[in-house]
């Protein structure tokens, strides 16, 4: 048994490489350091809770722990890069689902130190939550009562919410924005009722009052996320990111435990940064994302007028073959259909013979942020030719050709041109503005949001009608 | 109909008003042509390919204009011809009526109709018998290569072997049809070309050709839009400022191809004596508007005149004659067009509908009347151009200002926020323990650490990132951990699950986080 000084100075130890770790995500090259940071950090962190002074349990602690990281072993093992989006928002909901457990348990241990102290007066021997419980003051325990209440909240919340968001991710579930007849009614009704059995229980009601409470949160995250279409999902990731990390935090307060206060306010700030920049490049309004659903526009949309005009892979290729400079604009059409490692073997291709190839990549491109960087790099493309929004989006009037590949909305001129549409403002790639745009599409309907994009009917745009994957492996061997 | 093409009287001129092709498609509208012996001859079209085409060649020029019912002509008509007009005979050439009102009587004394090709009204839908860009566009690119004939460089800037060739420099006066081809000639022969234009509007056309547009900024610029597209005079301080700016091109510039025209009006003289004296020896000025007294001092119609200081200053006024089978294609293809709308049947019949817009403003004599110049056309010749927003570049202190009042409502917005923070904190703190203060003061500082972190890192790593931040968040276990030595059972069970979970957590995110890490690779 160690003593609490060891596992006071492993905390600290522990705090510290979190941070580096986090910061360390600065550049690729760091960031392989900044992992192991990470990991050694958590060892640490749990390694010297485990020993330290009143931990018991360990037949249950041990299997439970060997059990959990096989599995985790084997699915961080086998998942395909493509359902990334899917895992982290599974794994999220552990998280949640953990904290509601933990903060009942810290309940029950409450109850079961107060019993004991009404009972005989005398301390018994605690283990250390209930060691710790002990020993507070009546205030203090008021606010540990609190603090539960929050804890179960954010962390019922944040798994049926990720629940929902990995069914929306994985096609379980519609993408569709969809709500029950009452709409944010409900969810307000539900907050109200939540609030109501929080007063009760810190009035001294029963046990029965927190698993009413966390069946309401359930409730909320299941419905607070049906809202929300599936073009959102980046957002809505990071956000449930976010609540895991507030929710380990509550459960800190309520444990009296400043490591799991600071990791959690660490990974609850990097979430809610992360939904902030996503918002920002979608030019949303956060509330407005998470209540679900566009905001009215002002009028009618602006028609378009031409048509789209169709173009077949050997069209594309002598496009190609002509081209000194290429910009290709992945989209989540690229992550549906796989077509990573097609783009990979074509771009090795044109840079083989000489061509300037470069990716455009839009902050809310693909269903998490950064999910087309991963990708991309999955299949080998150097991560220095795959640039930001920003960073490319004056180099377009100077390129000749743009592929946007199974990307729509975020290439959409009526953002720029059209006041009246559901996007406007929205920061998007001028993928219009380059000399020829070739656009792979599998057909011709709308984008996530369901809007007309009027790209497609560009003059100097012409579609690239199929399945991403077996398009550009047509396109493969007619470019030289 | 009978159609008719002589061959022009005037001298130099190469062009004619049929060609093979045109008759062809005459033809089909219900016309017989006929055209005078050699008439195509300068321009590269031999009697016999008239021939092969369905023309009957006409010997003599007076038996065609006795013959046909209908003559085409590039010029306007001389003394003679004007004589062979008669009742019933319509006309199609290019006639000037402005310049030429005795013609205009001859014509109407003789009961002719004449329907004027440089007359035809600038709307869209009359674009394709707009003979004066067609010849325009022409004379702009002939205006280019005139250039280069006397011009001793390149074009194009070269470095090689033996040396350094630095690019020539052109400077197209006026971007009408004839300045945008100049530009585009001239910029695709690899020149630097740079351009001005009263009208600020066509600077957009510009840019598009490849030129950079000599900005002037002035108050009332003209809008082009009002005048049909065409330019009109302009102040004398408007002149004045413009005169400032060529003044400063000279030195710099090797060719200057001037267009500047205004429509009714002698040339505008832009380019002056002491402009041309302040040029380098061996450049080249072809000036376009040379027929209407030329828009330099020094012009010459239709010569090439060299200058003291050694400038060539090309005064030629027949710029399409001198490219007769491009101009005669086009040309003949205009008219044919206006052949086209004139026998609105397709029977052969001509049709002289006076309400229609585009051949009632290109007749200037109809049944015995003049009928110049005409009403103005209903449909305006071009949208009105949008006012364009000038961004005024700010001045250094007005830039200061602005900056300065950002830094303070920034100070105003943190300081508030830290004041509105402060105050909740002071009233958590008057009810909370102190145990509790305690934790807080980490959780903030853990929080606003979070803030400033995570800012920095790159967005390419953002998924990396939040599988990190998620298997971190799988710090819960330490609740877990915490309680599971607990003698509750139920405790006990519901902790050993959030171990369990957490776990999974904790592993599954790392080595995801691995896995994407180890992807990323630099080329």
């Given amino acids: 048994m160690l003593g609490q000084g060891f596992v006071s100075a492993a905390a600290i130890a522990a705090s510290v490489l979190f941070i ?48 959990g990281a096989g599995i985790g072993a084997y699915v961080a093992g086998k998942v395909e890069m493509t359902e990334m989006p899917q895992l982290v928002a599974a794994l999220h909901s552990f998280v949640g689902l953990a904290a509601v457990f933990v903060a009942w348990s810290a309940d029950l241990e409450r109850r079961r130190v107060l019993a004991a102290q009404a009972a005989d007066g005398a301390m018994q021997e605690f283990s250390a939550f209930a060691a710790l419980v002990a020993t507070k003051a009546p205030a203090e325990l008021t606010f540990l009562q609190i603090e539960v209440v929050f804890a179960i909240f954010i962390g019922a919340v944040t798994f049926t919410g990720s629940v929902i968001a990995f069914g929306k991710l994985a096609g379980k579930v519609d993408g569709k924005p969809r709500q029950l007849p009452g709409g944010h009614m409900l969810n307000a009704g539900a907050a109200a009722l939540s609030l109501l059995l929080a007063i009760l229980y810190l009035n001294g009601a029963g046990f029965w009052t927190l698993i009413v409470l966390a069946a309401l949160s359930f409730f909320i995250g299941y419905h607070l996320i049906m809202g929300i279409g599936g073009a959102d999902m980046p957002v809505v990731v990071s956000m449930l990111n976010s609540y895991s990390g507030w929710a380990a935090a509550a459960i800190g307060f309520t444990l009296s435990n400043d490591l799991l206060i600071v990791t959690g306010a660490l990974v609850g700030s990097s979430g809610a940064i992360l939904s902030y920049i996503m918002c920002k490049a979608m030019n949303r309004n956060f509330v407005n994302v998470i209540l679900g659903g566009f905001g009215g526009a002002q009028g009618p949309a602006a028609e378009i007028e031409g048509e789209q005009v169709a173009i077949d892979a050997s069209g594309v290729a002598s496009a190609l073959n002509d081209a000194d400079s290429v910009i290709i604009v992945p989209g989540y059409g690229m992550a549906v259909a796989q077509a990573q490692s097609a783009v990979s073997d074509l771009v090795r291709k044109l840079r083989a013979s000489g061509k300037t190839v470069r990716f455009g990549i839009h902050p809310v491109a693909g269903r998490l942020p950064g999910h087309m960087n991963v990708l991309l790099a999955e299949a080998k493309v150097p991560y220095d030719i795959v640039l930001e929004m920003d960073e490319i989006n004056d180099d377009f009037s100077s390129t000749d050709v743009v592929i946007v590949i199974g990307s729509n909305d975020i290439v959409n001129p009526a953002a720029e041109e059209d006041p009246n549409s559901p996007i406007a403002g929205m920061p998007v790639l001028k993928v219009w503005e380059a000399k020829q745009v070739f656009v792979s599409k599998r057909g011709q309907g709308t984008g996530y949001s369901g809007i007309e994009n009027p790209l497609f009917f560009k003059e100097n745009t012409r579609m690239f009608y199929g399945d991403a994957r077996d398009s550009l492996n047509a396109l493969l061997p007619m470019v030289e | 109909m009978k159609i008719g093409a002589p061959k022009e009287t005037a001298q130099g001129e190469a062009r004619v008003a049929l060609t093979p092709e045109s008759a062809k498609q005459l033809q089909k509208l219900g016309h017989e042509c006929l055209v005078e012996a050699g008439a195509g001859a300068a321009a590269g079209f031999n009697d016999d390919t008239y021939r092969d085409a369905g023309v009957s060649v006409v010997e003599s020029a007076e038996a065609l204009w006795r013959d046909a019912d209908v003559v085409i002509k590039v010029r306007e008509p001389s003394e003679t011809e004007a004589h062979y007009l008669r009742e019933g005979l319509t006309l199609i050439a290019f006639f000037w009526p402005a310049q030429n009102e005795a013609l205009l009587e001859t014509c109407k004394a003789q009961g002719a109709s004449v329907i004027a090709m440089d007359m035809v009204p ?87 050709m490849g030129a950079e547009f000599l900005f002037l900024d002035f108050e009332d610029s003209q809008d082009g839009s009002e005048s049909g597209g065409y330019a009109s005079p302009s102040s004398p301080e408007f002149r004045e400022k413009q005169l400032e700016c060529f003044r400063e091109q000279a030195p710099d510039v090797d060719i200057v191809i001037t267009t500047a025209l205004i429509p009714g009006r002698p040339a505008p003289k832009l380019w002056l004596e002491d402009m041309v004296a302040a040029m380098k020896p061996g450049s080249v000025i072809v000036d376009l508007a040379a027929e209407k007294g030329g828009n330099c001092d020094l012009t010459k119609p239709d010569e090439r005149v060299v200058s003291d200081n050694g400038v060539v200053v090309v005064g030629y006024t027949d710029f399409p004659s001198r490219m007769a089978t491009q101009a005669s294609l086009l040309y003949a293809t205009n008219i044919r067009h206006m052949l086209a709308d004139l026998t609105p049947e397709k029977d052969g019949v001509i049709h002289h509908n006076m309400e229609d817009d585009v051949i009632r403003g290109a007749t200037v004599t109809h049944q015995g009347e003049i009928t110049f110049p005409p009403p103005p056309p209903k449909v305006k010749a071009i949208a009105a151009a949008k006012p364009k927003k000038k961004e005024k570049e700010p001045t250094p202190e007005e830039k200061k200002a602005t900056e300065l009042a950002a830094f303070k409502a920034q100070t105003k917005r943190q300081a508030g926020l830290l004041a509105v923070g402060g105050a909740l904190m002071l009233l958590l703190g008057q009810i909370a323990p102190a145990s509790f203060m305690q934790h807080f003061i980490v959780f903030v500082l853990a929080c606003f650490i979070g803030f400033q972190v995570i800012w920095k890192v790159s967005h390419s790593l953002h998924t990396p990132l939040m599988a990190v931040t998620n298997a971190i968040s799988g710090i819960i276990i330490l609740g877990a951990i915490l309680q599971i030595g607990s003698g509750s059972g139920v405790v006990i069970v519901l902790a050993a699950i959030s171990v369990l979970i957490a776990s999974i957590n904790i592993v599954g995110g790392f080595l995801v986080t691995r896995r994407m890490l180890a992807m990323f690779q630099k080329s």
């Fill in chain 1, 20 to 67: 580096l770790s986090l910061g360390g995500l600065s550049n690729q090259e760091k960031a392989k350091r900044a992992v192991w940071y990470g990991i050694v950090g958590m060892a640490v962190a749990v390694f010297f809770t485990s020993l330290g002074p009143g931990i018991g349990g360990y037949w249950w602690l041990v299997p439970a722990m060997l059990i």
């Fill in chain 2, 122 to 208: 600038r709307i869209s839908r009359a674009q394709k018998m707009d003979a004066l860009s067609s010849m325009a566009n022409i004379a702009g690119y002939r205006a280019v290569i005139e250039a280069g004939n006397n011009f001793g460089r390149f074009f194009t800037g070269q470095v090689t072997a033996a040396g350094k060739v630095p690019p020539a420099k052109v400077l197209v006066i006026g971007a009408g049809v004839a300045g945008l081809s100049a530009i585009g000639t001239a910029a695709s022969l690899g020149a630097v070309v740079r351009a001005f234009d009263v009208r600020p509007e066509v600077s957009e056309q510009i840019e598009s």
